[in-house]
């Protein structure tokens, strides 16, 4: 079992600590919260709320395309771990570039989500509010999910050109 390295095993966890970071970054509700006692929270993909603005649906929009590459992508370790697992190698070090490229879009639109949410804040929603709204930790968690997503393909791309046979 040549192939379990170390970086096999940090590309592994990376990515699942990344998927869990992102669940819980888009389907939690705590992306925009006041600052007072009433804690009225904005939640990623809402649009029936009368505060929805561009830059809300765009950050909504990017994250739900990220998580839905956040599946194929694990998809396609789970693929690359079994057939190093039967020892197909060539099939392995597709299976990890692939991972490599899902993870570089996942990082661009989970960055891009976070950078969206901070410049919509000072335009947009600080505005409309009696107090100053904060961002909540769902924003935090997609900035983490996305910086874990740049060492996922870092280590991709490592483990698709290292020699595995």
Same mark, same amino acid.
């Given at each position: 079992?040549?192939?379990?390295?170390?970086?096999?095993?940090?590309?592994?966890?990376?990515?699942?600590?990344?998927?869990?970071?992102?669940?819980l970054?888009?389907?939690?509700?705590?992306?925009?919260?006041?600052?007072?006692?009433?804690?009225?929270?904005?939640?990623?993909?809402?649009?029936?709320?009368?505060?929805?603005?561009?830059?809300?649906?765009?950050?909504?929009?990017?994250?739900?395309?990220?998580?839905?590459?956040?599946?194929?992508?694990?998809g396609?370790?789970?693929?690359?771990?079994?057939?190093c697992?039967?020892?197909?190698?060539?099939? &392995?070090?597709?299976?990890? =570039?692939?991972? /490599? *490229? !899902?993870?570089? @879009?996942?990082?661009? #639109?989970? +960055?891009?989500?976070?950078?969206?949410?901070?410049?919509?804040?000072?335009?947009y929603?600080?505005?409309?509010?009696?107090?100053?709204?904060?961002?909540?930790? &769902?924003v935090?968690?997609? =900035?983490?999910? /996305? *910086? !874990?997503?740049? @060492?996922?393909v870092? #280590?991709? +791309?490592?483990l698709?050109?290292?020699?595995?046979?």
């Amino acid at each position: 079992m040549k192939w379990v390295t170390v970086e096999t095993i940090c590309l592994l966890f990376s990515v699942l600590i990344g998927f869990v970071l992102n669940v819980l970054a888009v389907f939690l509700p705590y992306w925009i919260v006041e600052t007072n006692y009433t804690c009225t929270d904005i939640q990623c993909g809402d649009y029936s709320i009368p505060l929805c603005t561009p830059f809300h649906i765009a950050t909504s929009v990017m994250m739900l395309t990220a998580f839905v590459l956040y599946v194929f992508l694990v998809g396609f370790l789970v693929f690359a771990l079994i057939s190093c697992l039967v020892q197909k190698y060539k099939l &392995c070090k597709t299976g990890y =570039l692939l991972v /490599g *490229i !899902l993870s570089a @879009i996942v990082a661009i #639109l989970q +960055i891009s989500s976070f950078i969206a949410m901070q410049i919509g804040m000072k335009m947009y929603i600080a505005s409309r509010y009696y107090q100053q709204p904060q961002l909540g930790g &769902c924003v935090y968690l997609t =900035l983490s999910s /996305g *910086i !874990l997503c740049l @060492i996922s393909v870092l #280590l991709a +791309i490592i483990l698709s050109k290292t020699k595995l046979a």
